[in-house]
């Protein structure tokens, strides 16, 4: 059984930075694809960024520049660094992977974290 469990996030003042990490535990060497959705209040959940096993990464556009997705895959492990962050921004960030890029993207993403709140305010 595969356990994602998530660290960083908090709150930061808007143009500020944060880093999001993710650790996957259990049976994890055959994850193919890691990374982010985030669920805004009264919004749906949103994919923020996607990295496989080959290094291939796919962002939303809202935080392409802004945001770099990061993996090791000796340790399993995914890192969202968020740069210029916007009140838009908030929200609770939940680390995702899948066996497929397919299934990341596309059909829902198998495992989930519990998530992690960003906010982002004056």
């Known amino acids: 059984q595969v356990h994602l469990v998530e660290s960083g996030g908090g709150v930061v003042q808007p143009g500020g930075s944060l880093r999001l990490s993710c650790a996957a535990s259990?049976?994890?060497?055959?994850?193919?694809?890691m990374g982010w959705y985030r669920q805004a209040p009264g919004k749906q959940r949103e994919l923020v960024a996607c990295?496989?096993?080959?290094?291939?990464?796919t962002y939303a556009d809202s935080v392409k520049v802004r945001f770099t997705i990061s993996r090791d895959n000796a340790k399993n492990t995914v890192t969202l660094q968020m740069n210029s962050l916007k009140p838009e921004d908030t929200a609770v960030y939940y680390c995702?992977?899948?066996?497929?890029?397919?299934?990341?993207?596309?059909?829902?993403?198998?495992?989930w974290g519990q998530g992690t709140q960003v906010t982002v305010s004056s």
């Open positions: 995702a992977s899948d066996w497929t890029e397919y299934g990341f993207l596309v059909t829902g993403a198998e495992l």
């Open positions: 259990g049976s994890s060497g055959a994850i193919y694809a």
């Open positions: 990295i496989n096993r080959d290094g291939r990464q």
